[in-house]
């Protein structure tokens, strides 16, 4: 009898497990975002540029993203003294609006291919909080403010910066994404500490200016335009602060963003992205029609 009982409840169980899956696949399957393309960090943008697009609640994005070795952040000789090797790198993130006009970006980057004993670890750990101030209006763009949560060692994709964007309909299916902004030359880091010395989260702290390195990301005017065909692809152009970047975009089944582009006439970058709702598209409307 206690054997009968058992199995019936693992059948239970089991049913009940199915049902939950089916439901959450369900949820990410019909929920679809209000954007799909991110930045080389996971923030809505354009290739490296950030804009000031205000994604619905709960919306959830994960990618992946290439940076090539001529302009690599941290793994250049030039960018930084202690390294060797001359590395492409390697960026992966998560972004999630956890409050309305509040996202949260956690992004790790890491070199492809050998480097030096020591020098690779676990990869360039950074926390990013983005937060709309003005949302768009007919008569107004929307403006985001964007800052990195200074307590890593030596980020790599520290981004201060101010943002505007506006959308323009061309015609029923063609619109224009305009963006304008600054970023901060100036941040403050640990860079100074050492991982074996790293005790507390709360010391070590220096401000720097990225302009006297030879390979930062985002130090002064940045811009760039957009160009989508109802909202499934596109072409853009950008002046990350450095460079002209030109690229386009494809979006597949609603929530399969990829994305390719030539840094500064130079080299190739690329990424994709997964986009969908953690909440309900009833929730996702209303909010969106709210703004």
């Not at 697009?53 to 793994?75: C, E, K, M, Q, W």
């Not at 509040?102 to 790790?108: K, S």
């Not at 994709?272 to 598209?281: Q, V």
Request: aromatic letters at 10%; one cysteine or more; proline letters at 4%.
């Amino acid at each position: 009898m206690a054997l009968r009982l058992h199995s019936f409840c693992s059948l239970l169980a089991s049913r009940a497990a199915r049902r939950v899956l089916l439901w959450g696949l369900g949820m990410a399957a019909s929920a679809a975002p209000s954007l799909a393309q991110v930045n080389i960090s996971g923030k809505a943008g354009l290739l490296y540029v950030p804009t000031a697009t205000i994604l619905s609640d709960g919306t959830f994005h994960a990618g992946y993203s290439y940076n090539p070795v001529n302009y690599a952040f941290r793994f250049n000789p030039g960018a930084n003294p202690l390294i060797k090797t001359r590395n492409s790198e390697s960026i992966f993130f998560v972004n999630l609006v956890v409050l309305p006009r509040l996202e949260l970006n956690v992004n790790l980057l890491r070199p492809n291919g050998p480097i030096q004993y020591g020098a690779r670890g676990i990869g360039d750990r950074q926390i990013d909080v983005k937060y709309g101030l003005l949302t768009e209006r007919a008569d107004r763009p929307s403006v985001a403010l964007i800052a990195s949560i200074p307590l890593g060692i030596d980020n790599s994709l520290v981004t201060n910066v101010i943002v505007a964007t506006k959308h323009v309909a061309v015609s029923s299916a063609i619109e224009l994404e305009l963006t304008a902004g600054y970023a901060c030359p100036y941040y403050v880091d640990r860079a100074d500490m050492r991982n074996d010395q790293n005790s507390t989260l709360f010391s070590g702290f220096v401000l720097r200016d990225k302009r006297d390195m030879k390979s930062y990301y985002l130090a002064g005017p940045i811009g760039g335009v957009k160009a989508s065909l109802s909202r499934k692809g596109g072409v853009m152009a950008e002046w990350d602060s450095q460079h002209l970047n030109l690229g386009g975009y494809a979006t597949f089944f609603k929530h399969w963003t990829v994305q390719a582009g030539v840094v500064n006439f130079d080299q190739l970058t690329f990424g994709a992205s997964y986009a969908f709702s953690l909440l309900s598209t009833k929730h996702s409307a209303s909010h969106d029609k709210a703004k």
